[in-house]
């Protein structure tokens, strides 16, 4: 089979591990893949000699950098549009059982996450990137819309920032990963093979000993301003893609480019050409599901999912924008309609999230239906870290706290982990200087 060339299992101690082995195609997913790796999973999770799994690559160039959309494509215009919808079906199906895994899964993010790869690790209680990982959701270029659970990961993230990201397929790089809550842990990719490792060695499934030993390979920050590539537009995503419409964002953009320092005007002017290349149909279908996805819990954000997919291999963007950049690689697709003023909002809410979907999801564990996700190891958000400067948050006291006590009451409550200075302290400086 495909599924078990492509997706090797790796069995040691206590510890399981899925190998992504398709790296002449980036590990894009195929059908089979995901197959395999869902009767894996089903094995381990049932299984008395399994503590951990662990998801990773055999190339550094890519964790893995989507869904074989192109296969997906060819299969609904040849007619077998049941079997086109089958690997949507089972990729959600797997990325929520990720979601809802009895025990503890550990993703090992190198080079290339992007699509199908953020649904497989994305999920999980732990996301460990490494120098080189590379974040992106760039389904808007092809005519299609972030996927593969975005429509629930993409609101809870910081602030704006997920809107921003599904709309323009920004990519985030290494520690960018860890700041945004993308990303649980940072550790270099020459300590990857230690860390799985210790934890084919822990002999336990407890979360917090997991926790423990990923900490142990964590590597310090380096000295001086914080890593993060957003660090000086945050304010700015904010600003702009707060906006229920498309056009209040364009403008808002047009807005932060002339009237903004050097560092939010050139950001805008990049991100107004972002956008200006991506499907209009996908950027207001893309805007309309992650204002949605705030109020779904996981099943619900899954459901929807489905039914966007299906009615987006209807459409004629999604085919074309996967002709253009994958299959003909000439970068020129023909979007219908051409402009965002050509797409009425109103009809295609008609179209896309009143109508009747023909496909339903499914879940193995069908209970499981939460709005948040069952596990926190990554930093505190920054909603989290403002609420306790601003008193919102009951165990401030009645006093208002200085930059060193909201540092000591961060450090005290997540034990001392890297990167929680770090953000904490960017985040009071934010609220000072504002």
Not at 38 to 61: A, D
Not at 174 to 196: C, F, K, N, Q, W
Not at 269 to 287: A, E
């Amino acid at each position: 089979m495909d599924g078990d060339k492509h997706v090797l299992a790796v069995n040691n101690l206590t510890g399981r591990t899925l190998v992504l082995n398709r790296p002449q195609a980036l590990n894009s997913l195929t059908l089979p893949m995901v197959q395999t790796i869902e009767r894996h999973l089903k094995n381990w999770e049932h299984s008395e000699l399994c503590n951990v799994v662990m998801l990773r690559s055999n190339s550094p160039k890519a964790f893995c950098a989507g869904g074989d959309v192109v296969q997906v494509s060819r299969e609904w215009k040849s007619g077998n549009k049941a079997e086109a919808m089958k690997f949507f079906q089972t990729e959600y199906m797997v990325n929520h059982y990720i979601a809802s895994y009895k025990k503890p899964v550990v993703a090992m993010l190198d080079g290339y996450t992007m699509g199908g790869g953020v649904g497989l690790s994305m999920h999980a209680a732990f996301r460990v990137a490494s120098q080189s990982a590379v974040f992106a959701m760039p389904e808007t270029k092809i005519g299609f819309f972030p996927d593969v659970g975005a429509t629930f990961f993409l609101p809870r993230l910081d602030g704006h920032m997920g809107v921003y990201l599904g709309l323009t397929g920004q990519m985030l790089k290494g520690r960018d990963l860890l700041y945004s809550g993308i990303a649980t842990h940072y550790v270099p990719s020459e300590r990857h093979a230690m860390l799985e490792q210790r934890l084919q060695g822990l002999g336990s499934s407890d979360y917090d000993v997991v926790n423990d030993a990923i900490e142990e390979f964590v590597a310090q920050p380096e000295d001086g301003p914080m890593e993060y590539s957003l660090y000086h537009v945050r304010e700015a995503i904010d600003r702009c893609f707060q906006h229920n419409s498309l056009e209040s964002i364009i403008h808002a953009l047009e807005e932060e480019k002339q009237h903004s320092n050097e560092h939010t005007s050139a950001w805008a002017q990049t991100t107004l050409d972002q956008l200006s290349r991506m499907s209009p149909s996908s950027l207001k279908l893309t805007l309309e599901q992650l204002r949605r996805g705030a109020q779904l819990n996981i099943q619900q954000a899954f459901a929807l999912e489905l039914g966007l997919a299906e009615k987006r291999l209807e459409s004629h963007d999604m085919h074309e924008g996967i002709e253009a950049l994958l299959v003909r690689k000439t970068n020129d697709p023909q979007w219908d309609p051409k402009s965002l003023e050509d797409v009425n909002v109103h009809e295609m809410n008609a179209g896309y999230f009143t109508a009747k979907y023909a496909y339903k999801p499914k879940f193995v564990h069908d209970q499981a239906a939460f709005s948040e996700y069952p596990h926190k190891y990554g930093l505190p958000s920054e909603k989290e870290i403002a609420a306790l400067i601003s008193g919102e948050n009951p165990q401030a006291g009645n006093f208002r706290l200085t930059r060193d006590d909201v540092l000591q009451f961060y450090e005290r409550e997540y034990g001392g982990k890297i990167g929680v200075k770090q953000k904490v302290g960017w985040v009071f400086d934010n609220l000072e200087n504002n």
